[in-house]
Each structure stands twice: as structure tokens, then as C-alpha cells.
């Protein structure tokens, strides 16, 4: 099993960024598809992006050119660097780590771009 717990939200102005971090525990982090996803007050969850253990990703065309996803499998850390951030990105952001039909979940973190 692995654990999750996410890091870096909170309050910041449209246009302004925001680095989130994950931090793995408990087993072999590098076997692991690393996905960032979020949900809206009232909206479904979205994936945002993921990383392959290889390093290859994937982005949701809302956030194209703006979010950027890395893992560091050394310090079992997957990181999702946003900017030029709008309104619309506010919600509560997840990391999730996939392996097969297994998918283990983090707490959240709340991000809220607003002026």
C-alpha cells in the first residue's frame, strides 16, 4: 500500500502560480502512475495530469501550457507546478497513485484563485 498527502495549496490571485506536492510513503514509488486530480464545488472530478513511471504525461486541455507535472522517484515526490492560474482552477486538488486496477488517494489540498 502506499500513502499520500499533498502539500502547497491555498489563496493566490488570477494570473499568480502555485507548486503542489505529493509526498509517497509506505512502498515502491516508482511503480506508480501519479495522476493530479480536482473537483469543483458541484462538478465531477477531473483528471488534471498524470506521469508514467517513465516520465511520460498527459494533460487535460484546460490546463495545457499552464500546469506542469514532474516526479522525483528519489524522494518519492510527485509535484504539479500551475500558473497563469484563473478562477476556473479553483477546487480541491488530489494526488492519486495508479498501479493496475489499484488506486490509492490523497487528503486533498484546497486551491482558490480569486482577486
Known amino acids: 500500500q502506499v500513502q499520500l498527502v499533498e502539500s502547497g495549496g491555498g489563496l493566490v490571485q488570477p494570473g499568480g502560480s502555485l507548486r503542489l506536492s505529493c509526498a509517497a510513503s509506505?512502498?515502491?514509488?516508482?511503480?506508480?502512475?501519479m495522476e493530479w486530480t480536482r473537483q469543483a464545488p458541484g462538478k465531477q472530478r477531473e483528471l488534471v495530469a498524470s506521469?508514467?513511471?517513465?516520465?511520460?504525461?498527459n494533460y487535460a486541455d484546460a490546463v495545457k501550457g499552464r500546469f506542469t507535472i514532474s516526479r522525483d522517484n528519489a524522494k518519492n515526490t510527485v509535484y504539479l507546478q500551475m500558473n497563469s492560474l484563473k478562477p476556473e482552477d479553483t477546487a480541491t486538488y488530489y494526488c492519486?497513485?495508479?498501479?493496475?486496477?489499484?488506486?490509492?488517494w490523497g487528503q486533498g489540498t484546497q486551491v482558490t484563485v480569486s482577486s
Open positions: 492519486n497513485a495508479v498501479r493496475g486496477i489499484f488506486r490509492a
Open positions: 509506505g512502498s515502491s514509488f516508482g511503480i506508480y502512475v
Open positions: 506521469i508514467t513511471n517513465g516520465g511520460s504525461t
